[in-house]
């Protein structure tokens, strides 16, 4: 004869209250949550300020670069190939006291140069821009104030002066160009080029 089956003692395992979590009082509640929330904000608006710095700094850097570059005035050297072709400025082989001078923003370019050459390394450099010397005006000092007090430039010194500008249809160059002649056998050219991308 076959004794009814007793009932199993429940396992501990499946005692009830066991592994339940207990109620959160609300104190350390809010605190959770509040500590959740502190998280959230830093994770996201830490990021989103810096953005914020970084595009107002942007924006102004164009204006700072060329008032900061404004202040250094020339560099002794010749500019790279790439900015004498950029800006077409085909200074003369075997010229020297050469220098130069970039300013860059969104709206305009600048190369700014200066060199002593022959007068036939003048005559190379006039027919490399397409113009000649007799395109040279006595007293015309083309190059503005504005782009003399950026380079350092100060065209009341010996003379005689002579200057022309070469204007081109964009996104070609336009060429201011000013020669010193005070030495009639090596003249002192300054040209400033620009261009608007």
Known sequence: MMLPRQPSSPDASEAPGRGARPAEDR???????????????????????????????????????????SATGLTI??????????????????????????????????????????????????????????DLKKNDLAISDRDQQVAGWNFTGPGPWYGLTHGQQDPSPTQTVVVNRSNPDHPMVYVVSTTHP
């Open 77 to 134: 050297g010749w500019p790279s190939k790439v900015q004498r072709r950029l800006y077409q400025i085909p200074i003369p082989a075997g010229s020297r006291s050469v220098a130069y001078y970039e300013t860059n923003n969104y709206k305009v370019s600048r190369l700014y140069a200066q060199f002593v050459t022959s007068n036939k390394g003048l005559g190379t450099f006039l027919k490399n821009i397409d113009r000649t010397a007799s």
């Open 27 to 69: 104190g350390r509640m809010i605190r959770r949550r509040a500590l959740t929330l502190l998280t959230i904000v830093l994770l996201i608006g830490i990021p989103a300020g810096y953005l914020v710095i970084s595009a107002n700094q942007s924006r102004d850097s164009g204006k700072d670069k060329e008032a900061k570059y």
